[in-house]
T-cell receptor, first 112, second 116 residues
Framework: LAKTTQPISMDSYEGQEVNITCSHNNIATNDYITWYQQFPSQGPRFIIQGYKTKVTNEVASLFIPADRKSSTLSLPRVSLSDTAVYYCLVGDLSGGYNKLIFGAGTRLAVHP | EPEVTQTPSHQVTQMGQEVILRCVPISNHLYFYWYRQILGQKVEFLVSFYNNEISEKSEIFDDQFSVERPDGSNFTLKIRSTKLEDSAMYFC??????????????FGPGTRLLVL
């Protein structure tokens, strides 16, 4: 499993775009990049997953450069309710990879 | 939207007592998991379960822990003799068979276990 590095914390203000970058220098060919969000006292929630280039859904965008050694989660126009911990996970898409390995994540605080 | 449910939401027990944490995964999901999160720490994998057997377990999941899917809907985690260090939030998760990446797991709201 590829080790990931992301900032411990970030601060933002309502209405701003937030970009959280994750480094995964040892990413393998079969690895996908997945982001989860966790609110206090709740279970992690899947946000977005990608392999390369850009992926966008109703919640966020995920930018992955050609070398795939990093990825950036982009949250457009954050609100107070986006205050949470965001986890970057990198793992194999083939059979046998079942468990999720969470790091410390990035604690995002959105201020009024 | 279907969701994973867990009961109870909170449980307080005495050290040495047995506890059973219950989960109802999403109905068409086939892979089930338990994780735990000690207050202020990372989410840690405990065990995965597929086809009525454990597929992987972590070092945390020792002989005091067991899992069971007693019927078609429930998935339980039993701790036989609780220790103070078992105090944590326990999350159940499930994923559908067609999610071949193994990443898109759906988590329940958790059970907060406090061992006194």
């Amino acid at each position: 499993l590829a080790k990931t590095t992301q900032p411990i914390s970030m601060d933002s203000y309502e209405g701003q775009e937030v970009n959280i970058t994750c480094s995964h220098n040892n990413i393998a060919t079969n690895d996908y990049i997945t982001w989860y969000q966790q609110f206090p006292s709740q279970g992690p929630r899947f946000i977005i997953q990608g392999y390369k280039t850009k992926v966008t859904n109703e919640v966020a965008s995920l930018f992955i450069p050609a070398d795939r050694k990093s990825s950036t989660l982009s949250l457009p126009r954050v609100s107070l309710s986006d205050t949470a911990v965001y986890y970057c996970l990198v793992g194999d898409l083939s059979g046998g990879y079942n468990k999720l390995i969470f790091g410390a994540g990035t604690r995002l605080a959105v201020h009024p | 939207e279907p969701e994973v449910t867990q009961t109870p939401s909170h449980q307080v027990t005495q050290m040495g007592q047995e506890v059973i944490l219950r989960c109802v995964p999403i109905s068409n999901h086939l892979y089930f998991y338990w994780y735990r999160q000690i207050l202020g720490q990372k989410v840690e994998f405990l065990v995965s379960f597929y086809n009525n057997e454990i597929s992987e377990k972590s070092e945390i999941f020792d002989d005091q822990f067991s899992v069971e899917r007693p019927d078609g809907s429930n998935f339980t985690l039993k701790i036989r003799s609780t220790k103070l260090e078992d105090s944590a939030m326990y999350f159940c998760a499930s994923r559908p068979k067609e999610d071949r990446h193994g990443e898109t797991q759906y988590f329940g709201p958790g059970t907060r276990l406090l061992v006194l």
